[in-house]
C-alpha cells in the first residue's frame, strides 16, 4: 500500500467551525489531491497540488483552502463548516501531473457537519 | 469540465459470470485509467490504457479504448464475489487534472 496517512478518519462538527484534515504521504511524491465523495456525484475534485506552495483549485473548491508547506503534508481547511460539507473526503497521492502516472489514495475521513 | 461517465451505474451478475462496464468522456486523452474502489475504503488502480492502445490484459481483467468513439471499456471475467465494488474510470481535463466519474456499482450474486 501507498504510505497516505489521512487524519482525522472520523469527525463531527458543528457548522460553522473550522476544520483542518491532514492527508501525509511517505512516498515522496509531487502531486497531491483532495477529493470529496458523495452519493451521486462520485468523486470531485477539490484542490491539488504540483508541490511545495504549489496550489490550483479543482470543479468543487469554493469553501475550502489547502496548503502545502512540505513536500508529505497537504492541509484542507473548511473556514467555516456547513451541513453542505458533510461527506467522505479523499486524499491522493501521484508522481506526474499526466495521468500516464496512476495515483493512489488515502483510506478517507468521514466528515458530518451538524 | 471533462468526465469520464460509466455505464451502467449498477450491475448485478451470478458469480462465474463476466462483467462489463463502460465509458465514456468528452475531449482527447493521453491515457485512461480504472480503479476499483471496496465498501468504506479508497480507491484502488487496477488498470491505465495508452490513447495509441486499443485492449489490455491484467489477470482477468480486460480493458479496450476506441479513441474515436471516445470510449473504454472494462471487462471482468469469471467473477467472483470479491470483485463486488464499486468501479470508475479516470481521464484528465485540458489542464491534467484527474477526473473520475460517478462509478458502476458491481454486486456478484452468489
Known amino acids: 500500500d501507498a504510505g497516505i496517512t489521512q487524519s482525522p478518519r472520523h469527525k463531527v462538527t458543528e457548522t460553522g467551525t473550522p476544520v483542518t484534515l491532514r492527508c501525509h504521504q511517505t512516498?515522496?511524491?509531487?502531486?497531491m489531491y483532495w477529493y470529496r465523495q458523495d452519493p451521486g456525484h462520485g468523486l470531485r475534485l477539490i484542490h491539488y497540488?504540483?508541490?511545495?506552495?504549489?496550489?490550483d483549485k479543482g470543479e468543487v473548491s469554493d469553501g475550502y483552502s489547502v496548503s502545502r508547506s512540505k513536500t508529505e503534508d497537504f492541509l484542507l481547511t473548511l473556514e467555516s463548516a456547513t451541513s453542505s460539507q458533510t461527506s467522505v473526503y479523499f486524499c491522493?497521492?501521484?508522481?506526474?501531473?499526466?495521468?500516464?502516472?496512476?495515483?493512489?489514495f488515502g483510506e478517507g475521513s468521514w466528515l458530518t457537519v451538524v | 469540465s471533462q468526465q469520464g461517465e460509466e455505464d451502467p451505474q449498477a450491475l448485478s451478475i451470478q458469480e462465474g459470470e463476466n462483467a462489463t462496464m463502460n465509458c465514456s468522456y468528452k475531449?482527447?486523452?493521453?491515457?485512461l485509467q480504472w480503479y476499483r474502489q471496496n465498501s468504506g475504503r479508497g480507491l484502488v488502480h487496477l488498470i491505465l490504457?495508452?490513447?495509441?492502445?486499443r485492449e489490455k490484459h491484467s489477470g482477468r481483467l480486460r480493458v479496450t479504448l476506441d479513441t474515436s468513439k471516445k470510449s473504454s471499456s472494462l471487462l471482468i471475467t469469471a467473477s467472483r464475489a470479491a470483485d463486488t465494488a464499486s468501479y470508475f474510470c479516470?481521464?484528465?481535463?485540458?489542464?491534467?487534472?484527474?477526473?473520475f466519474g460517478k462509478g458502476t456499482r458491481l454486486h456478484i450474486l452468489p
Open positions: 491522493a497521492i501521484g508522481a506526474g501531473r499526466l495521468l500516464g502516472n496512476t495515483i493512489y
Open positions: 497540488s504540483y508541490g511545495v506552495k504549489d496550489t
Open positions: 475531449t482527447s486523452i493521453n491515457n
Open positions: 512516498e515522496n511524491h509531487r502531486y
Open positions: 479516470a481521464t484528465h481535463d485540458r489542464d491534467d487534472k484527474i477526473i
Open positions: 490504457i495508452r490513447s495509441n492502445e
